[in-house]
């Protein structure tokens, strides 16, 4: 077990990437940065843009390590520029995929399927700043699929790779 920190949490029910990076992102939403997130269990986080959509779940929650973030390219990157949904630090999560971890911020462990990279695309150096695109190239974060349900909050978390079940 490791002790992290959550960061921060996005909740954002609306795509920002639309059309192409040349035209610049859709305005952001208000709240979009939250203290405290609900996580479904195959479905993802309740009012996320991916929630219960078929074509994500497998994808629904991304984590990303605060440690990646490109601070030299902009200093005030965070989630909403990322567009990821959970902001640790403490954990090498780009190093986790194809394992199950367990997040437990004080209100019961949940459960995520590390499934795949979270690739960045090239609305990064949009977002962020010229550069980004390439400095986030396998430290994008990851995206999982949530086995349990349950609740995420900043601060302090317990965090544990689970171990591997044959078949």
Partial sequence: MAVVEVVQ????PVHRCTGRPSDGPSPAH???LVSRAEIRANLGI???RYFNRPAHR???VTLMAAENLPVDINPAV???LTRRNVLLRGIDIDALVGKTVSLDTGEGPVLLSVRRPARPCAWMDTFIGPGAHRA???KGGVRCTP???GWLTLGPAEFK?????PG
């Fill in 161 to 165: 790779v689970l171990p591997s079940v």
């Fill in 136 to 138: 986030l190239r396998d």
């Fill in 58 to 60: 497998n994808a629904a």
């Fill in 147 to 149: 086995l349990t349900d």
């Fill in 78 to 80: 965070d989630l909403r």
């Fill in 30 to 32: 208000d709240g979009e």
């Fill in 46 to 48: 309740v009012g996320d």
């Fill in 9 to 12: 949490l996005l909740v954002s």
